[in-house]
């Protein structure tokens, strides 16, 4: 079968992990700084933090957004704007803050928010809003800002936006990787992910106070950047998480990004001859390519008709595909927040992804095309 999703693993990452475990210290070290940098220079951005999941990533940044003063306690009862479509982690650490997920419709041409409806739905009660850029593809963060300019002029209020980046390193929006929009910008390096440190996230902050609060709090609330590095007769006004990222990881992760953009180059070469073969197959519908974004595609998304039988077809054919993520809000913890969704709808009924990765030889892309063509 041809897989869906694969672990891309450096052939320098074994020894690189064996030096970290021999060297003595093997928790939040030198190789985490050494990352650190590497990764401030390659996003462009001085404000980043590591940490060992996005999941954890993205629950330290709701804290971030809907606790602004640090009392520690969160705003139970706030509102988070979110997408159903995406994996449960995005939206448990919602809940997992004592926030209650709003639901934003999912716009079926990108399968990112619906941007009209998130304009409907944001409320004096919003505390923050919580996008994916689906599948690598980025969501219109300039169209964004402009929604949330309106929405602060008549509440008086702009909530943070984050950004879930699981799908998209690699990805660009207007020129600038994500993490440059004045957001905040998590991305996960786990396993099967574009770039990964075995498991691992990175949150990147548009503020230096941000940047400080988030490193803080990735680590019990304290400052390890502090001349003491946190010694315990230290005063911790905040309390904090054991979010932070160990040198093992981060050992892995240094030997993986030295490939990253050769790796990012072969999906898009892929999704680039998906493009162009399937664009007048009959069938199936191509997502949108605006010319301002560029997509690193972790995944090929399609929307087909007669969704079970192509699955079917392209099972036979030896072609591994799925929708992915499920939707999320049918899931019973999250029935509570149920609303209708006429795009969700559409994209459950129609949306399947294709493998698109680097694994994929010329000929069994070529395969991919040819079975799709064949029909089902
Ligand atoms: C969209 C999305 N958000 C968040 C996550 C969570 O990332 P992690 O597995 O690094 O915690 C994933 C993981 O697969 C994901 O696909």
Known sequence: MIPLLKVQMSEEAPAAVARVLTSGMIGQGPVVDEFEQALRERIGNPH??????????????????????????????????????????????????????????????TLNVDLDDLARKITPATRAIMVVHFAGYPVDLARLSGILDEAEAL????????EDCAHAWGSTYRGEPLGN???????????????????????????PELN?????????????????????????????????MNDINASIGLANLARTDEVVRRYRENAAFFDRELASADGVELTERAPDRQPSFWAYPLLVSGKDAFVKHMTQAGITVSQVHERNDHHGALRPYMSLLPGLEEVVERMVCVPVGWWLSDEERLHIVDTIKAGW
């Open 48 to 109: 980043v933090a590591t940490v060992n999941s996005g999941t954890a990533g993205l629950h330290l940044a709701l804290r971030l957004a809907t606790d602004p003063a640090g009392t520690g306690t969160g705003e139970a009862g706030g509102e988070v704007l979110t997408t159903p479509l995406t994996m449960v982690a995005t939206n448990w650490t919602i809940l997992a803050n004592g926030l209650r997920p709003r639901w934003v419709d999912v716009d079926p041409a």
């Open 212 to 244: 400080e609060r988030a490193r803080r709090l990735r680590w019990f609330g304290i400052d390890r950047d502090s001349p003491g590095r946190g010694l315990t007769r230290d005063d911790i006004p905040e309390w904090g998480y054991k979010f932070h």
């Open 155 to 162: 509440y008086g209020f702009r909530p943070l936006v984050i």
């Open 181 to 207: 929009h004045g957001n905040i910008a998590v991305f996960s390096f786990q396993a099967v992910k574009h770039f990964t440190t075995g498991d691992g996230g990175l949150m990147v902050l548009p503020t």
